[in-house]
């Protein structure tokens, strides 16, 4: 039978929430990093209509000990394959409350040096709410006799961490935390979390992801922080100015636009309550603080900052380079030229010519141009003749660590590195593998410990934001070459910054531009369209059917369907799931990628006995899904935008780790993901364009209607298009075509790298300032006009918004 203070308190649990108080019987599964737990308990109390003897409950808590008794609340639910679970809201453990519970937990295995006699010792002086008054005063203890203070320091240190961590989660419940969230505040700042959230909340936008302004404002009312405290207008300075750099794109924000911006976002709710002179008066003090630079009426984060300094720096220090000039003769560089013509059966256009000689004269190139004019052709004759000049072998296996393989080919993602590698023969990373990057341990190579290479070579430049180039750039040799391969009318990298199309405005690099179409001898109506594309163009005869595309004309509701029939089509014809990419700017809606995954999952993947599938929220996995990873998970080398397969799906009961697991096969890497980390993939049938960047597909289909208004523009439509190797679908009305290919984005990137670049590199044009090659003094040019003919730099196009 229950004491009194026992049943008066679960009484009160009673009125308000579900509980179910037990011991641990046996831990499924528990994970350290997040503290996310499956353990089936022994039932002492429930208020549920429950009359098993045990349960399974689910949530965020830490590992409990057989010695130690909880109360959980949540709410019981019906799991699909493993019936019923007590989902865990909040909980708290049971703080023994009478002589006999406190002798028992306080001479447990979880108290060192703390024998039956001192526990009783303790309960006889402190009575049955012993727990909470050492919990409360420490220097409780001290009157205990024969307990040192070395003990009775441990003894309370242990209370905390097994009693802290339930006080902080219970307060961070009642502010509105989630118990994931909480887990992630108190992991943060452990016994010490309300005391630093009732000092400043607004700590949490900095210190704790997934915490924006708007949840630590309300926090800070709570505790009466409000109006134009210092703390709270430091945080929405802050805030602003990340919001800006991961949805727009801005490396800074001009300090009027700041102070216009925060003033909106804190007198949302407390009108008028704080002006511009607040706003400049704790800018300053961050400035002051290290935590914002401040330059010329520009305010940045300090990372945005330093990164473009960086990497102005460091190519400054890669064009200082003089030796490359004087290394071949022109005559030798021709005839080595000429010979690898003969044995690659090609002939090189001038420009295609020029560009190669400048990749191997010069400490470093930029090399752009559209679909079809030949930028892999270049790279594969750069990589050949570099190697024949310099009498190097192609064959990795020539090489070990003393004496590492010269040539390193990187690009953003893995698709676009294996495409090089397809291209050239030769092995080809990610940037982020090249730089040995180890997730939360940083990078392996940086300017202390350089990457060993003669010549790098990187594709898809277009994708690479401000914070990686400067990473990629500082891990570079004294002794290297360079050659930046992209195609600016793409679009912009995820990340901040706009690096490709600030190193080509600058002027401040040698650098070829491709504009001659070599791939029509195919015929290829796409690179046509695309080209007409980067011009705001829409051909006349767009709803024609060609060879290789066509349009169906269709409205919103039609999509679904047409899509449907369009690869099922396909699909009777022999095409795949992977080679048949469907392509959408937005997740949501009736035409969105959300929808169209589930329909094309029926059409590729349907369920069927003989394959395995896995529930996670209202998404099902299936073996032999498609699958898109959507985070890097640099320990298993699988990265943002790869795409895989469902190889296998392991069921608890299977297997040791006592835990759903689905295994996904990318190109062969096999990487094994528990329950709670499929967030970090989705169906790939149909993904948004941003992630199809650095990609190509047999088959791409691309529905575009008005509905995606928000997100169409010309450089988001053209990466689309340029996705298509042999077909090209379009599906969806016209005019939305039309409106998106004639939209450009209507506010560019705020970045200073071009300024940066300008002041610091002397700019060098040959020929009149409109049609000028932008390039350095390059030796053995006889002639201005070489690689000139029918020539034009392309017009550099706005940014599409993210």
Known sequence: MKDQKQQSSLDLFEEKEKFIKGSQLVTIFHNDSNLYSVVRIRVVETNLNYEEKEAVVTGYFPRIHEDETYIFFGQMKEHPRFGLQFHVEHFRKDIPQTRHGIVQYLSSDLFSGIGKKTAEKIADSLGENAISKILENPSILDGIPKLSGDK????????????????????????????????????????????????????????????????????????????????RIRAGCLYILEQHSMQEGHCYVTDVQLAEDVVKLLNEKQHGLVSESDISREILQLTEEGKLKSEEGRVYLPTLYFSEQGLVT?????????????????????????????????????????????????????????????????????????????????EPKDYDKENPFPIMLVAPTGRAAKRMSEATGLPSLTIHRLLGWNGSEGFQFDQDNPIPGKLLIVDEVSMVDIWLANQLFKSLPEDIQVVLVGDEDQLPSVGPGQVLTDLLSSQAIPTVQLTDIYRQADGSSIIELAHDMKEGVIPADIAVAKKDRSFIKCGQGQILDVVKKVCANAKNKGYTARDIQVLAPMYRGNAGIDKLNEMLQELFNPKSEQRRELSFGTVIYRTGDKVLQLVNQPESQVFNGDIGEIVSIFYAKENTEKQDMVIVSFDGNEVTYTKQDLGQITHAYCCSIHKSQGSEFPIVVLPVVKSYFRMLRRNLLYTAVTRSKRFLILCGEEDALQIGVKRTNDQLRQTSLKERLQQKVPVIAIGNAEDAMIIKEIPFWNDANIGMENLTPYDFMEDDER
């Open 152 to 231: 009775a320091k441990q003894l309370y240190d242990t209370l905390m961490e097994h009693q802290g961590l339930e006080q902080v989660m219970i307060a961070l419940s009642q502010f509105g935390f989630g118990p994931q969230l909480s887990m992630k505040i108190y992991q943060t700042y452990k016994e010490e979390t309300i005391a630093n959230l009732q000092k400043n909340p607004y700590q949490l936008v900095e210190t704790v992801e997934g915490i924006g302004f708007a949840r630590a404002d309300e926090l800070g009312s709570h505790f009466g922080i409000s109006g134009n405290h210092p703390d």
């Open 314 to 394: 460091n190519i400054n220090r890669i064009l200082d380079q003089k030796q490359y000039e004087e290394q071949f003769p022109e005559s030798e560089f021709l005839l080595a030229l000429g010979n690898l013509e003969d044995r690659l059966k090609v002939q090189y256009a001038p420009s295609q010519k020029e560009a190669i000689q400048q990749a191997l004269l010069t400490p470093m190139l930029l090399l752009t141009g559209g679909p079809g004019t030949g930028k892999t052709t270049v790279i594969k004759g750069i990589v050949e003749l570099y190697a024949d000049l310099h009498g190097c072998s192609l």
